[in-house]
């Protein structure tokens, strides 16, 4: 199970860090990430790292602004979000893999980031 929470409502330029718990079947070996979703949207691809820490992706529109990190003692990834804009509202998803950095077969329910301009 993945459970993501740290979504809200911040105003353009400010900062949120989203956190996703994971337990159950999805180790501290996956790879995990978190993809975002608007609503007639396909959901899109925001940025994902290894199991280690040591390897991390980014989509082009969030690099630089947004960090992924995780907590393996605890099984907790983290996305720092920094220098957000109205585009960035979403619905944000995190997920895990086994196998593939951008596809995962593993999702929580979702947080909803809202940035007002």
């Known amino acids: 199970q993945l459970q993501a929470s740290g979504g809200g409502l911040v105003q353009a330029g400010g900062s949120l860090r989203l956190s996703c718990a994971a337990s159950?079947?999805?180790?501290?070996?996956?790879?995990m990430g978190w993809f975002r979703q608007v609503p007639g949207k396909e959901r899109e691809f925001v940025a994902g790292?290894?199991?280690?820490?040591?390897?991390?992706d980014y989509a082009d529109s969030v690099k630089g602004l947004f960090t992924i990190s995780r907590d393996n003692a605890i099984n907790t990834v983290y996305l720092q979000m920094n220098s957000l804009k109205p585009e960035d509202t979403a619905v944000y998803y995190c997920g895990a893999s086994q196998y593939s950095w951008r596809q995962y077969e593993y999702w929580g329910q979702g947080t909803q980031v809202t940035v007002s301009s």
């Open positions: 159950g079947r999805t180790s501290s070996t996956y790879i």
């Open positions: 790292i290894d199991w280690s820490g040591g390897s991390t």
